[in-house]
């Protein structure tokens, strides 16, 4: 998930909560969670960091495979009812929300990850037990890249807002971990499987929308995720649907588009598009598989579609950010991007193609240069593998740059994901 020098070298945040009001309405059941936050890539290039996080979606994904045609321990070892709202916050990389621990509770900043799922804490705030946490002996280890975290299981209580509250929930309290600088843990949001051979003795954690699930706090286990494109480095901009998709949202239909077969994006919430570039359909990337990820930033698409996208655009690569570039002139030609799924197609407007120049500064970019969102992702495409039988099987990560111009929704009861179309779909906002 991470870079392999740390968990995570990104972000650095001030959080700021100021207040709880509720919610008022059907679902009035959660209250909204206000943040501020400072971006820091400590010198690293988001492309960089990105790459890094796809490399251990393959690595995982080579191990998961393992495990499923032999025993799970072994093979890892061997291969080292209603809708709730919570508010999130773009970090430029990750964003973050408070989550209350215990009773009484403690409140601790995590990180929403839909690209892992274990939930844990301990990275910078120690955690606080009460006579809720129980610690079951068990050791957890989750690995992030070659980075990761090590500690111990605890069964706790713990709650995303006032209706939210989830009883028994597993909790990784981590004695070792590095890189979350500022944040306390993480919440996993992504498929149970990847909690497969993190915790001793136990086959897979439920996740907390698993247990919101089974608890009946929800309806059906669905997690909607609207943003709205950041436009300064300290923004509410974004909130999570906990048992379903909030209509107000988005303003088309949801089209949805079952898990892929294919590793080790079927591991993921991945699913298959095509991509193509202008009116005329120039063919930047076939029909293939990869992944939905709120965790990457960048669009990041195989290496020979990159190349394909970078000569139809004229871009050309800049070292101080590790992002293509072009000229005014060269913007004012810049054709939309179109992602079919399914039959449905979601276009990328020129100016969601590029990165909101008022945070160029923050990337080690210049003011007023014009920056793309488009990365490459390391492999070409048919060689994101499928490690155990050979195949194609992730060739794109739709990131949150992605993401901020569409709602999505991450379906676990029905093995899918889904996109719609939103107000920021076509806004001019970068």
Do not use: C
């Amino acid at each position: 998930m991470f870079p392999s020098s740390s968990l995570l070298i990104t972000v650095l945040l001030a959080l700021s909560v100021v207040g709880f009001p509720v919610a008022t309405g059907k679902d009035a059941s959660t209250g909204n969670l206000p943040f501020s936050l400072k971006l820091s890539l400590n010198g690293m290039k988001l492309p960089d960091l990105d790459r890094a996080r796809a490399s251990h979606f393959f690595t995982h994904g080579k191990q998961l495979e393992a495990s499923s045609s032999k025993d799970s321990e072994e093979a890892l070892s061997r291969l080292n009812r209603r809708a709730s709202n919570i508010n999130v916050t773009n970090t430029a990389v990750q964003y973050v929300a408070n989550v209350d621990i215990g009773n009484p509770a403690t409140s601790y900043t995590l990180l929403i990850d839909t690209g892992s799922s274990n939930t844990w804490i301990g990275a910078n705030k120690t955690y606080s037990t009460t006579e809720v946490s129980k610690g079951t002996g068990q050791t957890f280890t989750v690995t992030y890249g070659s980075g990761n975290v090590t500690g111990s299981e605890y069964i706790d209580t713990l709650a995303l807002s006032s209706s939210l509250v989830i009883d028994q929930q597993s909790i990784g309290v981590a004695t070792s971990s590095n890189g979350l600088e500022g944040l306390d843990g993480i919440l996993g949001l992504g498929p149970v499987d990847l909690t497969q051979g993190t915790v001793s003795d136990t086959s897979k954690v439920p996740t907390v929308a698993d247990n919101l699930y089974s608890q009946k706090k929800i309806n059906t286990e669905v997690v909607g995720i609207s943003f709205n494109p950041a436009t300064s480095a300290s923004e509410t901009n974004g909130e999570m649907t906990f048992g379903g998709d909030d209509s107000s949202k988005y303003d088309g239909p949801i089209t949805y588009a079952a898990i892929t077969k294919q590793s080790p994006a079927k591991r993921y919430w991945g699913y298959e598009q095509t991509v193509t570039y202008g009116s005329s359909g120039e063919k930047v990337l076939s029909s293939t598989a990869g992944i939905l990820d709120t965790g990457t930033t960048l669009l990041l698409l195989a290496t020979d579609a990159f190349n394909r996208y970078k000569n139809l655009t004229g871009a050309t690569y800049d070292q101080g950010t590790g992002l293509l570039m072009i000229t005014s002139s060269q913007y004012q030609n810049l054709q939309s991007l179109y992602f079919q799924v399914n039959k449905a197609k979601f276009e990328l407007s020129p100016n969601a193609q590029i990165w909101p120049r008022l945070l160029n500064t923050y990337i080690g970019g210049t003011n007023q240069n014009i920056y793309l969102i488009v990365s490459d992702l390391g492999t070409n495409s048919g060689q994101g593998l499928d490690f155990i039988n050979g195949g194609q099987g992730l060739d794109f990560i739709n990131g949150y740059t992605f993401l901020e111009r569409f709602y999505s929704v991450y379906d676990t009861t029905n093995k899918r994901i889904g996109l719609a179309t939103t107000s920021n779909t076509k806004a001019t906002t970068n």
